[in-house]
């Protein structure tokens, strides 16, 4: 996913269910830093119905999926 600038996302958003190493991360979209660093556009995919929605940095080094525990 990017943003209609073409930049990358910097954060990655994630529906989690459960707790611990019984979690369960689904991707549900992505955000980009506002110009002015006051806050987020968000592209979201999916909403939950029940669990939470959680931001995370996108990771770039590792290659992990944004961050993703």
Known sequence: MSHKNG???THRLYI???EGEN???L???AAWANRD???FTLGIDVLPLNGRLVMRAADTKTGRIGGQP
């Open 23 to 25: 979690a369960r991360w």
């Open 37 to 39: 660093g006051q806050g």
């Open 7 to 9: 930049n990358p996302p």
């Open 16 to 18: 989690v269910k459960g």
């Open 27 to 29: 991707e549900a979209g």
